[in-house]
């Protein structure tokens, strides 16, 4: 009797032996579907073929949370501070608010691969091939990657903010001047080393 037909992630997994050690960033060596201008196509992928075998691992590299479209400026302080951490940044899709953070799951393989794929998250089972990013390049209606520029949304928006910006203030370069001018003056030693 023959063997039954490898699914694709059991031809994954026998493709990946390479004299018994795993073949680094496995998604971007795979060459058997065609590429257009560079660009791997979601219907240029073999019939039978799991997408995720062309894929960087996008969906694996950050998380998306929902969060309440700011209205009044405390609002805007508080995806002010989001955006006050590393990794992080805000975006609106459809007129949905996200914070995005920037962390690589755990159980991403250094092949590109997930290593708890049989029991992976309902979140990841439930994204699936046709509405992952694939050949998306992440264009959003807006796109938050400091707190000045949700600032200057926020002015947009709401008008100037009562009691000052949250932005600091420019700098007055003729008081950067004197302030840098005494500070020389105070320090000023005498030729034989002592403090004037």
């Not at 998604?27 to 579907?33: E, G, H, I, K, V």
């Not at 950050?62 to 990794?87: K, M, Q, S």
Request: charged share 30%; with cysteine; hydrophobic share 35%.
């Amino acid at each position: 009797m023959p063997c039954p037909e490898k699914n694709g992630w059991e031809r994954l997994r026998d493709d990946m032996a390479t004299n018994g050690k795993p073949i680094k960033n496995y998604w971007l060596t795979r060459t058997s579907a065609a590429v257009r201008n560079g660009r791997l196509r979601r219907q240029d992928v073999p019939p039978g073929e799991v997408l995720c075998f062309h894929c960087p691992a996008k969906c694996c590299q950050y998380i998306a949370l929902p969060i309440d479209r700011p209205r009044t400026w405390e609002g805007f302080d508080t995806v002010r501070w989001f955006l006050l951490h590393e990794r992080t940044a805000v975006f609106v899709d459809d007129g949905q608010w996200y914070l995005l953070v920037y962390l690589t799951c755990k159980a991403l393989r250094s092949d590109g691969r997930c290593a708890i794929y049989a029991h992976r998250p309902k979140v990841c089972r439930d994204y699936g091939m046709d509405i992952c990013e694939f050949e998306e390049n992440a264009v959003y209606d807006q796109f938050f990657e400091t707190a000045e520029q949700l600032e200057e949304y926020a002015e947009a928006i709401l008008g100037p903010r009562s009691g000052g910006s949250i932005r600091s203030p420019r700098p007055n370069p003729l008081k950067i001047v004197e302030m840098a001018e005494k500070a020389v003056a105070e320090h000023v030693t005498c030729p034989d080393g002592r403090a004037k």
